[in-house]
């Protein structure tokens, strides 16, 4: 009797080998709703995760609408889209890598949202030396274990913000931000390695300039 071999497999390739699958950004609330964009392959690029967004956003829903949003170390851009997609009446995203940039420009115009999105290619701390404008919202998320977080806090109070903003910090967990006297610590949400804190202002002295920046 003949036997039969039984059918050759083909070799599976190693995990390292296969393909890496793009990323994918997820806005959870408001008009875009459930949209999908893409996610550059880039070192250090790390979303905001859906839970913290979420959280950070419920803390946030009373004064999103209308809000002047400055997204700092934009990156993927997902606050500042989430705050969009909620309302916000302008974001300003400030993005120091250029290919990083460009694919968060092509999602603004995916969403159609490139009107109110205002987009800088720049170091987010030579952005904070130029003439400031106030924003009611800004979000802070800078490469970790850089030290670039007490600097821009320090800067960020030289006219960028309104009088009662609110000021979303995200480090290391093993870091706890130098931030001004003026600032209060309102909300802290811990994932992984990453520890977001939402700060009130609170400030002593008088108003701060008008004007947009875009």
Known sequence: MTRRRPPSRKPRRPAAAQAKRPGRLRLIGGEYRRRQLPVLDHPGLRPTPDRVRETLFNWLAAVTPGARVLDLFAGTGALGLEALSRGARQAVFVEGDARVARQLADNLATLGAAERGCLITADALAF????????????????????????????????????????????????????????????????GDSTGRLYRRHPAGAGSPHGDAC
């Open 128 to 191: 904070l030396a130029d003439d400031p404008t106030p924003f009611s919202l800004v979000f802070l998320d800078p490469p970790f274990r850089q030290g670039l977080t007490g600097a821009c806090c320090r800067a960020l109070e030289a006219g960028w913000l309104t009088e009662e903003a609110l000021i979303y910090v995200e480090t290391e967990s093993a870091h706890a931000p130098e931030v001004p006297a003026s600032w209060q610590l309102h909300r802290e949400v811990r994932a």
